[in-house]
């Protein structure tokens, strides 16, 4: 039975079930409130989760749940203004944001995608967005106790016949030495030094865009050339997963060379750096190359330069270092007496 209680000249109803959470909304009217207290317990009694409209009184739009699922992220792991899920959110509030969620169907899905794809997104990079945004609808559903339809699960088999989601596969492009030459000078010229070197940081290093451009000068060790890079990506735990990495190949003469300007060592924005890099494999006509495919060609150097797979997990932070750790005690600054190769330099 529903509990309804007058509250400062309002109506609040309360309906309980064993087993079932808590349902409660405030009305201006006794009648109101008796009248969602009935609905909301009809749905119980039919096994029914009820409805986002009936519980918040409201149209629940795709926006207000990305608001939702921020919110809720705040109180474990926050989403950074650099990442990749930022990013995701954005676009699908852009273009998603005022359909009603409790509505949304297949065909809403597909537009979406073909919009993405002719933005340029990749089946890989649109399948992650349709996946964000399942997870979205199912976190908030189960925060709100409200019913949303699976209208991803739906949409997938459709999203697959017509190629617009698919798999990453693996990528093997890697820049030749005359493309990143190139691209250095390009970057050097329309954009200045410092986007330049943060690219061939990139190469010599393996690190990511938003790990290099999130390196303090506190961080350094010059005694051991060693820089902690703060939160790095984890499949477990980003937050507090602090790695010391080891500066090679000339990274450490390259971060010295840099100006002291404030408090970070590249003072750039990731995602500017991804603009200004993919602008300028455009512009010089050079196919298919990503800012990220650094770090793979920076992994590859390493191993072809005769470092062990646990010397270049030490660099670029893969866990599965994990596997030799226990058999074997190195120490990051000891990687500085390892074989060295070339870079493009500055001209």
Not at 185 to 212: C, N, P
């Amino acid at each position: 039975m529903a509990s309804i209680v007058e509250v400062k000249g309002k109506w609040r109803a309360l309906v309980r079930r064993k087993g079932h959470p808590s349902y409660c909304k405030t009305f201006t009217t006794k009648t109101q409130a008796e009248k969602w207290a009935r609905a909301i317990e009809a749905d119980i009694d039919r096994d029914l989760v009820p409805k986002a409209q009936d519980v918040l009184g409201h149209r629940l739009l795709v926006s207000d749940l990305i608001d939702r699922y921020r919110k809720l992220r705040g109180h474990s792991r926050p989403i950074d203004d650099t990442a990749s899920e930022h990013y995701m959110l954005q676009m699908l509030a852009a273009y998603l944001g005022d359909r009603d969620a409790t509505s949304l169907t297949p065909d809403d899905l597909v537009s979406y995608a073909k919009t993405r794809a002719d933005m340029g997104a990749g089946p890989y990079t649109i399948n992650m967005d349709i996946s964000k945004l399942g997870t979205v609808m199912r976190l908030v559903s189960a925060a709100l106790h409200i019913e949303l339809p699976d209208v991803v699960g739906k949409a997938r088999p459709l999203l697959n016949h017509l190629k617009l989601i698919g798999g990453g596969g693996k990528r093997e492009r890697r820049p030749t030495e005359d493309e990143l030459v190139r691209i250095c000078h390009q970057l050097e010229a329309k954009r200045g030094m410092v986007y330049a070197d943060a690219v061939r940081f990139a190469v010599l290093t393996a690190m990511r865009r938003g790990e290099i451009t999130g390196l303090l000068w506190e961080d350094l060790d010059a005694e051991k050339r060693l820089v902690m890079v703060r939160d790095r990506k984890d499949p477990r735990e980003k937050m507090g997963n602090d790695q010391l990495v080891p500066l090679l190949n000339g990274a450490w003469e390259l971060v010295q060379g840099q100006a002291r300007s404030g408090e970070r060592i590249f003072p750039i924005h990731p995602q500017t750096m991804s603009k200004y890099f993919t602008e300028s494999c455009r512009e010089l006509e050079i196919p298919d190359l990503h800012f990220h495919d650094l770090r793979h060609h920076g992994v590859s150097r390493l191993f072809e330069q005769g470092y062990r797979i646990e010397q270049v997990a030490l660099v670029s932070g893969h866990k599965s270092w994990q596997h030799l750790k226990r058999y074997t005690n190195l120490k990051p600054e000891d990687l500085h007496h390892g074989p060295h190769a070339d870079v493009p330099r500055r001209a």
